[in-house]
């Protein structure tokens, strides 16, 4: 039986080039922009001791979690919970 002829090797055309290589250039400038704003999140949670990770989620396109983990990451101290005033401790 015959054998079928190997087909030459595949050689992306100059437009599917430019395509991925703009799709690769927007990935890092996504990257880029996802790290400056956990870092401007952890800014904001070290500058308010007030703020809440659950506030500061409404402001972002992550979770309570994740708020918790970037504060974590950049070593900003942990939220307090606010805590109950008795009628003797007011």
Request: positive net charge; glycine residues 2%.
């Amino acid at each position: 039986m015959p054998t079928k002829p190997t087909p030459p090797p595949y050689k992306p055309s100059d437009s599917f080039k430019a395509a991925r290589k703009a799709w690769l250039k927007a990935v890092d400038h996504e990257r880029e922009t996802r790290m400056a704003l956990r870092a401007a999140t952890a800014a904001e949670l070290a500058a308010n001791p007030e703020l809440s990770n659950a506030t500061m989620a409404e402001h972002v396109p992550w979770s309570t979690e994740t708020i918790r983990n970037i504060a974590r990451e950049f070593g900003v101290p942990l939220r307090q919970p606010a805590k109950a005033h008795t009628a003797d401790n007011s």
